[in-house]
């Protein structure tokens, strides 16, 4: 079962593993959403994200970063 836009947690992780050394508070939501839909788990609609869904999980990127 591949991962869902409701899945935060999991895809902040995961993006923290795929980009270990860049900073998540330089990323702009374009280049965000375009990371998380070539995540080889994701599995949902590209166009089902907004932006408090994008924020939830750039903060999920920012603690593990920390």
Known sequence: MGLKW???REI???LYDA???????TVRFTDLHQW???LDDFDDNPDASN????????????????
């Open 36 to 38: 998380i839909c070539d």
């Open 12 to 14: 902040g992780e995961a």
């Open 19 to 25: 980009f270990p050394d860049l900073d998540p508070k």
């Open 6 to 8: 409701t899945d935060s």
């Open 51 to 66: 932006e408090k869904i994008l924020e939830a999980i750039l903060l999920v990127w920012l603690d593990e970063a920390e």
